[in-house]
């Protein structure tokens, strides 16, 4: 049998029926993952899947997840499982430890797959520049698109139907964007919502986990697991968990859809427009009332480069400790600035020493008011203007991405507002610390297009029932590529 284009859900049943065992679903993993064209993986974990899935005999009729396949990203931290971040700097190491979300997916019985490949240490948004090369689109078998990133393995794994669901992170939008390219709902939740306890850093006043999977379902299920208190980070919220499933289906008859106006104005892709007008028509036949809300251009332009600024000071500042003592290959050097020269000269890529050198200036003590204290003044008048825009609606509601995944040939003008700010608006949800998810809309010529949808903090039910009643009106539900021929 084929399992490539089952939900959890579907998965599920056919697991407390013995119709098919744990052991089974993972070795079929297994094989479509040595299989994978689409360089998704960093580490293929055959003796650790094998090995949990084998002892997974008695089925657990009221636990979703018990023998369900999964990858993780390579930036999470994987017991005794080789971890590089997709980074030189990385290479050969193994940690000591399990990652929160790992340990809890492991009690759940879900069994671990793989690491996926990513933008090096999750900076990037292309797929493109991780140790191991370009993560190719699963739905453009001419290997000619992105799949966007920087979670590009897990995307294009849960795309390819290696696995039902993958593990992410997002820090501006790695989760959510290549959902979009890749026809898959990404999750990203509230701030504090999932412990990040061995979770790289990145940006970590703007770092999440994120799901991905393909239904709405799947991911509150998923949720439900990895949401929660964790002694081990104390940045985690306490806030009570919920069932995250309980509204998914449920009718938003009289909610407010907001549809930020400045931000669909950017828009040139006419399919897109017309895929997101077309939602827009579905969501008021459901009953709901589509508000344009406002959130000034102004504002939005000020997105990515506050975004970068803040971004590459706090990353800077995080992988300080990657210097070839503390990790990393040592190479010899007189002095300790010898050795983390070394060791950082060959373990970097461009980007990546761009984004340093970058961080490093804005943090400077004489560029510090004009660079890194102006963008945190600038993230709080982002943030107010959201929380403007939510007294208008109860959910805001804008396109994912300008288009379908680009070609790695095409590109754009970087100072243009489709570039800056419908290229780039989703980081919106992470400077405001919301829950956010993107679901597909449309098929455009067979490339998936996806929408997003983000609510007021701790609102991951609501969230997870608007984004249900957006797959029904799209009807583009547990879309899975083509196989590899
Ligand atoms: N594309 C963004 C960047 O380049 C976002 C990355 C992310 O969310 N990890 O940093």
Same mark, same amino acid.
Not at 191 to 198: A, K, L, V
């Given at each position: 049998m084929n399992y490539r284009n089952l939900s959890i859900n579907e998965l599920h049943e056919l697991l407390v029926k013995k119709e098919v065992t744990p052991l089974e679903l993972a070795k079929e993993a297994i094989r479509l993952a040595k299989e994978?064209?689409?360089?998704? /993986?960093?580490?293929?974990m055959e003796k650790e899947a094998l090995e949990i899935a084998s002892k997974?005999?008695?089925?657990?009729?009221?636990?979703?997840?018990?023998?369900i396949p999964f990858v993780i990203k390579d930036n999470f931290s994987t017991k005794d499982v080789p971890t590089t971040a997709s980074s030189n700097i990385l290479s050969g190491y193994v940690p000591l430890y399990d990652a929160t979300v790992m340990t809890k997916l492991l009690e759940a019985h879900a069994v671990p797959i793989g690491k996926t490949t990513l933008d090096e240490l999750a900076m990037g948004g292309t797929g493109t520049t991780g140790h191991l090369g370009t993560t190719f689109n699963p739905h453009d078998k001419s290997h000619t698109r992105y799949v966007g990133g920087s979670s590009c393995g897990s995307a294009a794994a849960t795309a390819a139907g290696i696995v039902p669901f993958a593990l992410g992170s997002d820090t501006g939008d790695s989760t959510r964007k290549p959902a979009s390219f890749a026809g898959l709902v990404g999750f990203k939740p509230t701030?504090?919502?999932?412990?990040? /306890?061995?979770l790289f850093p990145f940006t970590p006043s703007l770092d999440t986990v994120g799901i991905f999977s393909r239904n709405v379902k799947d991911s509150a299920y998923v949720l439900n697991v990895l949401a929660g208190r964790d002694e081990k980070d104390s940045t985690s919220s306490t806030k009570p968990v919920e069932d995250y499933t309980s509204l998914v289906g449920k009718s938003i008859k009289g909610l407010r859809i907001g549809v930020v106006k400045e931000i669909l104005d950017t828009l040139k892709d006419k399919n897109a427009i017309d895929a997101f007008n077309k939602s827009l028509e579905g969501f008021k036949e459901k009953g709901a009332i589509v508000n344009y809300v406002h959130i000034p251009t102004e504002i939005l332009s000020s997105l990515l480069p506050t975004y970068f600024v803040l971004s590459c000071a706090e990353a800077t500042s995080n992988n300080a400790c990657l210097d070839g003592i503390k990790y990393g290959p040592y190479y010899d050097g007189k002095t300790y600035e010898e050795v983390m020269m070394n060791a950082r000269t060959k373990g970097f890529s461009e980007l990546i020493k761009r984004r340093f050198v970058f961080g490093s200036y804005a943090l400077m003590s004489e560029n510090k008011n004009e660079l890194f204290i102006r963008a945190q003044k600038n993230r709080r008048r982002i943030v107010e203007a959201v929380n403007k825009a939510f007294e208008e609606c109860d959910v805001i509601y804008t396109?994912?991405?300008?288009?379908v995944a680009p070609k790695f040939t095409d590109s754009s003008d970087r100072l243009s507002d489709e570039y800056l700010i419908a290229d780039n608006h989703l980081v919106l949800g992470n400077f405001a610390g919301l829950p956010s998810i993107t679901v597909p809309i449309a098929l455009i010529n067979e490339l998936p297009y996806g929408a997003n949808l983000m609510t007021k903090a701790f609102e991951e039910k609501e969230l997870f029932m608007f984004a249900s009643v957006l797959e029904d009106i799209s009807g583009l539900k547990n879309l899975v590529a083509k196989e590899d021929k």
């Open positions: 994978d064209k689409n360089n998704a /993986f960093e580490y293929i997974l005999t008695v089925p657990e009729a009221n636990n979703p997840l018990w023998g701030w504090s919502r999932i412990s990040r /306890f061995g396109p994912a991405a300008p288009s």
